[in-house]
């Protein structure tokens, strides 16, 4: 059974970083893309940032570029979210999700089949 | 951007169908992927590449894309199917890419 847990949620000042992390069993997690969704109280989904099974390739949404890195362990099984320069508008869940391919070479990246429960980032004073 | 447009809102009786649109430019020619989302849970895949389902899932949803719109479409509704429904895409272009979710449908049953 596929397992994503996500973990580093918590308060946080403006201005601040904070490192998201998200823990992978139940499938072999080198042979998959993952990806970083977040959802603020009440708004639908935002997509943040992908990365492919080796980390060769990465994209992030252009509202989060520059600002936010995503990055893997694969010895480790786990996908990071760095995040830096916290506002208010970071403030929301934070999940992972598993694509079902390795990387876009193949076919579309995006078929995010397997979610974890996410973790909460409040960003405030 | 890429931009996929949902209504806000649906009701429906049980028992009846309910038709969730998702709009875009040229849809058809993507991919398309239905999430459900049940309040306090995370999302889970109830439909993907347009028209399949993964396993688990009733064939009471079912979906569709073509032209300018995308349609999932959930037969026999349930009390039990009342959650928000996003769609999603993949947009490729020249040398980025980003996975696109419109803004979320409100199922309500009635």
């Known amino acids: 059974e596929v397992k994503l847990v996500e973990s580093g949620g918590s308060w946080y000042k403006p201005g601040g970083s904070l490192r998201l992390s998200c823990a992978a069993s139940g499938f072999t997690f080198d042979e998959y893309a993952m990806h970083w969704v977040r959802q603020a109280a009440g708004k639908g989904l935002e997509w943040l940032c992908s990365i492919s099974w080796d980390g060769g390739r990465v994209y992030c949404a252009d509202s989060v570029k520059g600002r936010f890195t995503i990055s893997r362990d694969n010895s480790g099984h786990s996908l990071h979210l760095q995040m830096n320069s916290l506002t208010t508008e970071d403030t929301a869940f934070y999940y992972c999700?598993?694509?079902?391919?390795?990387?876009?070479?193949?076919?579309?990246?995006?078929?995010?089949?397997?979610w974890g429960r996410g973790t909460l980032v409040t960003v405030s004073s | 951007s890429y931009v996929l447009t949902q209504p806000p809102s649906v009701s429906v009786a049980p028992g009846q169908t309910a038709i969730l649109t998702c709009g875009g430019n040229?849809?058809?020619?993507?991919?398309v992927h239905w999430y459900q989302q049940k309040p306090g849970q995370a999302p889970i895949l109830v439909v993907y590449n347009d028209n399949d389902r993964p396993s688990g899932i009733p064939e009471r949803f079912s979906g569709s894309n073509s032209g300018n719109t995308a349609t999932l479409t959930i037969s026999r509704v349930e009390a039990g199917d009342e959650a928000d429904y996003h769609c999603q895409v993949w947009d490729r272009s020249s040398d980025q890419s980003y996975v696109i979710f419109g803004g979320g449908t409100k199922l309500t049953v009635l």
């Open positions: 040229n849809i058809g020619m993507q991919s």
């Open positions: 999700a598993k694509d079902t391919l390795a990387d876009d070479s193949s076919g579309s990246l995006g078929l995010l089949d397997s």
